[in-house]
């Protein structure tokens, strides 16, 4: 079959009317939680694992995972949609990948043109989505074809540098992304070996014997730690929200921006397929780009419409870049992507290489439902952005004890244990303290989410080879993939020792 | 930067490192004629993690006291919705869903905004029973239901 009959085929699921629902709940969902200073695309996400897994309950489980994973994955892109709203409107960036919007975005809106600059972002980021989209189109399947013929050994190299690239990016300190990293993958082996059966860790506790459910330690290291946050440095000072007054971007504002949001859309297209690098960089990149080439930089600051335009192209197209390695090789990038993988693990469906095959309904589904959930965010957001900026007034009163009673609910609706419950007011704590003092939590789920694929090609590999570690020196792709490794830690400490600013990643 | 926190972590990760080094010597080391026994992998990472944590507490040495600007910190809410959240997860199976969240919503309402009272009543009550309602009636899920002696 071609790409195209799979494509019509994705539709065929995507059009259904669950999935068209499912799609405009979870856009719809994600563009709140962009617009939500202090819920990032990864809390939203986590948070809306177990909801999700509540309502797909009565689906047969191919059909549920799709399900689920278009509602999430909605919600990370719808995520990238809402940031700017905040951004240009209050000059605080609902999420890091927004950052340099504000830049530009509310000096505009300072000057009566928030309708454009919101507009523009909206267009922006509906172009970059479907560009990315035919990009992963026509990558997916090749990609696949490649890694499929990838070995044990190959995979453990591969995915090594997978986290060796978040943790190299994630934050202020190599060695405390590193730890996070080395905890998540040690977590993960608690629980009964799936290769031998042996009980390991368990200190012969029941509850332990399943694992350490990745669901639990995400929504309380992510949600509840930021609840935590907000609750502990709560700031009482109340920001004047932009007038919107017309929301069609003029002529020349479509023309002086279309080349940014081409460039844009490219330059986070690429930089969302490097694992580590996500959309917080990319939008970064891509404003810095304009800023060289442009005729006049120093309009820049002062609310150029290419500094909206080319970020928010940016970060929308790193998302949806970011989805490639993903389905295709089974590596998640970021924290999203990770926990976008343990969702689609929960539901018993590998992403990687198979996955087109095994699964197509749920990979074309996803893709068709991402054309589809872009064009939903562009028509609700031209219109809705005021109804959307209204969410800023949501009173933190309501709304940080109603995001512990959705975590609480979530969590003992698919656990059903309060021993899970216990963990996960722990992790809250714990993230709390964590990412105050610069510990990454993203590589700690990351690891959390791989542990078992890495641990299971490191034995299978050792397996065939009878115990000689020199295997993965020996076989060339696997060299080249852990000279990458050593290279992306070694770089950025050599960068550092120079006296040079190392750019990090702070999204995760 | 706390360096404080950085060496009690460092000292921590380090004990975390050994226990799990300790534990996985008490796995087999092979499986199934395999070489490769179940206590590799964490074997290892229990290694790196001592190094790397013993390389955090090294680098907390080297890093200059940076004096943030102390942000004050609301430790008395913060310890009160605490509290409430863990009597709420402890209490949940034998009052029941629909009570403990609603008790469990109002307390934390209150505790971050002294005003409103009825509003927050009737968001707790309406949060709680809609969320049961949808949840146990319209999904068929289960979650406790009233207290057991009802």
Request: charged letters at 10%; glycine letters at 10%.
């Amino acid at each position: 079959m071609s790409i195209i009959d799979y494509l019509i085929q994705g539709f065929g699921t995507a059009l259904l009317w669950y999935n068209l629902l499912f799609a405009f709940v979870g856009v719809l969902i994600g563009t709140a939680v962009g617009v939500l200073p202090g819920i990032g695309p990864m809390s939203g996400v986590a948070l809306l694992i177990p909801v999700t897994a509540s309502i797909t309950g009565g689906l047969p489980p191919e059909q549920a995972a799709t399900s689920a994973i278009i509602l999430l994955a909605g919600v990370y892109y719808g995520a990238m949609y809402g940031g700017s709203t905040t951004s240009i409107l209050l000059n605080t960036p609902g999420e890091s990948s927004s950052v340099v919007t504000t830049l530009d975005g509310y000096q505009m809106a300072k000057k009566g043109r928030a309708g454009s600059a919101l507009s523009i972002a909206a267009i922006g980021s509906f172009v970059a989505g479907i560009v990315t989209l035919i990009a992963l189109i026509l990558l997916a399947k090749p990609l696949s074809n490649i890694a499929i013929k990838f070995g044990p050994a190959e995979y453990f190299s591969l995915m090594l540098l997978g986290l060796a690239a978040v943790s190299g990016l994630a934050g202020k300190s190599v060695t405390k992304a590193l730890i996070m990293t080395v905890c998540g993958l040690l977590l993960a082996t608690i629980g009964i070996d799936n290769v031998s059966g042996i009980a390991r860790f368990t200190f012969e506790v029941p509850w332990l014997y399943q694992g350490i459910e990745f669901l639990t330690i995400a929504v309380g290291l992510f949600a509840l730690g930021e609840v935590f946050k907000t609750i502990l440095e709560k700031d009482e000072e109340e920001t004047e929200v932009a007038r919107i007054n017309n929301l069609l971007p003029s002529k020349e504002e479509l023309k002086e921006s279309a080349a940014p949001i081409a460039r844009g859309s490219i330059l986070g297209f690429f930089i969302g397929i490097l694992p580590g690098a996500g959309a917080t960089l990319a939008s970064f990149f891509s404003y810095i780009l304009e800023k060289k080439i442009s005729k006049n930089p120093e309009k820049f600051g002062t609310g150029a419409i290419a500094g909206v335009a080319a970020p928010e192209s940016a970060n929308n197209a790193a998302s949806g870049g970011a989805m490639i390695p993903l389905l295709t090789l089974g590596i998640p990038g970021s924290g999203t992507t990770a926990i976008l993988m343990g969702a689609l693990m929960m539901y018993n469906v590998q992403p990687g290489p198979l996955l087109f095959e095994d699964h197509p309904q749920v990979a074309w589904g996803l893709i068709a439902s991402m054309f589809i959930g872009n064009v939903m965010l562009l028509v609700l957001n031209l219109p809705l952005v005021k109804v959307f900026a209204k969410i800023i007034q949501t009173p933190k009163q309501f709304l940080i004890p109603m995001i512990i009673a959705i975590s609480i609910f979530g969590v003992y609706a698919v656990q059903v244990s309060t021993n899970d419950l216990l963990l996960l007011l722990a992790c809250g704590l714990l993230g709390y303290f964590l990412s105050k003092n610069d510990y990454p939590i993203a590589p700690l789920v990351l690891g959390l989410v791989l542990g078992p694929m890495i641990e299971n090609n490191l034995r299978r590999a050792l397996t065939i080879s009878n115990g000689d570690y020199s295997l993965f020196f020996t076989r060339p792709i696997s060299l080249a993939f852990l000279i990458l490794t050593f290279l992306w830690l070694m770089i950025p400490v050599l960068m550092k020792m120079r006296g040079k600013q190392v750019v990090i990643n702070v999204e995760g | 930067m706390d360096i404080k926190f950085d060496r009690i972590a460092a000292t921590m990760f380090l004990v975390v490192g050994v226990l799990f080094i300790i534990g996985s010597t008490h796995l087999s080391s092979s499986s199934y004629g395999s070489k490769v026994g179940p206590n590799i992998f964490p074997l290892f990472l229990g290694s790196i993690l001592a190094l790397l944590s013993i390389r955090l507490f090294y680098e907390s040495f080297q890093s200059k006291r940076q004096e943030g600007s102390k942000e004050k910190l609301q430790y008395k809410p913060f310890l009160i919705i605490f509290a409430a959240t863990l009597l709420y997860i402890l209490t949940l199976e034998t009052f029941g869903y629909i009570i403990t969240t609603f008790v469990f919503l109002f307390v934390c309402f209150q505790t971050m905004e002294r005003t409103k009272i009825l509003t927050s009543l009737i968001v707790s009550a309406c949060f709680s029973v809609a969320v049961y309602y949808l949840y146990v009636n319209v999904l068929k899920g289960t979650l406790p239901s009233w207290p057991i002696w009802l």
